[in-house]
């Protein structure tokens, strides 16, 4: 059977396809009309979050039976059309909960000890140490939108900060076992308790915009933010103006509502921290999240052949 890939993907993944017996056809930049049509004789789809499936991909796509996201998040797939045509989706979760964790704290340890503005003095001859003094992570309250996998690893390495965990997950009515040296709390009770939220859900209609105006004024004097999540979680015109008004005292964001974000006000502030979707972007994280994929398309087409 063919399957189309349309991001890169680690070799191990193509490999293993193939040595399953399924021809590989590699062509990236595919979008629309272009993308169904390279569909037409099909049976398999890897794509990444730069490929949207949309009901007019799915239509035009008649042999096609499993549509596989590489990495977390299912938002750039029309769903309700998949089911109906009889289409399997499936993502790759498992695979960079680690390296988002990980990129989590990297982002908020760069926001709070000014790391990318340090490093530009020194290599333009500076040495202003007065104007780089930081905060410490010790003994503050974390915030975490979302107890999931990801949410889970980052409370793990809070609790090695000295932090105190504290979550919110709308799914969730009791600690995970494992779980209880942590709180529980609303999102309405969690805003004012975070000295940092940190936003670790999925991005469906009950979360766009979770985090919006309301919501940011809310949160205690001298809070901040940290997105590794989704971009469209938050509502970045309501953070730049909390940001601008020193109300939020920094964000640190891997995420945009558009990626990328153009001439967004956010890249002028000088309280933010950015990086373009890195999360999962690990050599580990990438030959793991391959190799998932290959191994859910080879099933699926197995499974199709009866």
């Given at each position: 059977?063919?399957?189309?890939?349309?991001?890169?993907?680690?070799?191990?993944?193509?490999?293993?396809?193939?040595?399953?017996?399924h021809?590989?056809?590699?062509?990236?930049?595919?979008?629309?009309?272009?993308?169904?049509?390279?569909?037409?004789?099909?049976?398999?789809?890897?794509?990444?979050?730069?490929?949207?499936?949309?009901?007019?991909?799915?239509?035009?796509?008649?042999?096609?039976?499993?549509?596989?996201?590489?990495?977390t998040?299912?938002?750039?797939?029309?769903?309700?059309?998949?089911?109906?045509?009889?289409?399997?989706?499936?993502?790759?979760?498992?695979?960079s909960?680690?390296p988002?964790?990980?990129?989590?704290?990297?982002?908020?340890?760069?926001?709070?000890?000014?790391?990318?503005?340090?490093?530009?003095?020194?290599?333009?001859?500076?040495?202003?140490?007065?104007?780089?003094?930081?905060?410490?992570?010790?003994?503050?309250?974390?915030?975490?939108?979302?107890?999931?996998?990801?949410?889970?690893?980052?409370a793990?390495?809070?609790?090695?900060?000295?932090?105190d965990?504290r979550?919110?997950?709308?799914?969730?009515?009791?600690?995970?076992?494992?779980?209880?040296?942590?709180?529980?709390?609303?999102?309405?009770?969690?805003?004012?308790?975070?000295?940092?939220?940190?936003?670790?859900v999925?991005?469906?209609?009950?979360?766009?915009?979770?985090?919006?105006?309301?919501?940011?004024?809310?949160?205690?004097?001298?809070?901040?933010?940290v997105?590794c999540?989704r971009?469209?979680?938050?509502d970045?015109?309501?953070?730049?103006?909390?940001?601008?008004?020193?109300?939020?005292?920094?964000?640190?964001?891997?995420?945009?509502?558009?990626?990328?974000?153009?001439?967004?006000?956010?890249?002028?502030?000088?309280?933010v921290?950015?990086?373009?979707?890195?999360?999962?972007?690990?050599?580990?994280?990438?030959?793991?999240?391959?190799?998932?994929?290959?191994?859910?398309?080879?099933?699926?087409?197995?499974?199709s052949?009866?």
């Amino acid at each position: 059977m063919k399957v189309l890939v349309t991001e890169p993907l680690d070799p191990a993944g193509l490999a293993r396809l193939r040595d399953a017996g399924h021809e590989v056809v590699e062509c990236t930049g595919l979008a629309g009309r272009a993308l169904a049509e390279a569909l037409r004789d099909v049976q398999g789809l890897v794509v990444r979050g730069g490929t949207r499936v949309t009901e007019e991909v799915l239509r035009g796509a008649p042999t096609l039976k499993i549509v596989v996201r590489v990495g977390t998040g299912l938002d750039h797939v029309e769903l309700a059309a998949a089911r109906e045509l009889g289409v399997q989706v499936a993502d790759t979760p498992l695979a960079s909960v680690v390296p988002v964790a990980e990129h989590t704290f990297a982002l908020l340890l760069a926001l709070e000890r000014h790391l990318t503005r340090a490093d530009a003095e020194v290599r333009h001859g500076g040495w202003s140490r007065a104007q780089f003094v930081g905060r410490e992570l010790y003994g503050r309250v974390l915030g975490l939108v979302g107890f999931g996998r990801v949410g889970r690893e980052v409370a793990w390495r809070a609790r090695a900060f000295g932090m105190d965990v504290r979550w919110s997950d709308a799914l969730l009515d009791l600690a995970p076992a494992g779980y209880e040296w942590t709180r529980r709390a609303t999102l309405e009770e969690l805003l004012p308790q975070a000295d940092v939220l940190s936003l670790h859900v999925p991005l469906t209609r009950a979360t766009r915009g979770l985090i919006g105006a309301r919501e940011l004024a809310r949160l205690k004097p001298g809070a901040v933010l940290v997105n590794c999540a989704r971009g469209g979680l938050v509502d970045e015109r309501a953070l730049g103006d909390a940001l601008a008004s020193g109300s939020l005292r920094g964000a640190a964001l891997d995420v945009f509502a558009a990626e990328p974000p153009g001439e967004s006000p956010l890249l002028a502030l000088p309280n933010v921290v950015l990086t373009p979707h890195l999360g999962g972007s690990t050599a580990e994280a990438q030959r793991r999240e391959a190799l998932e994929a290959a191994a859910i398309v080879i099933e699926a087409l197995a499974r199709s052949r009866g």
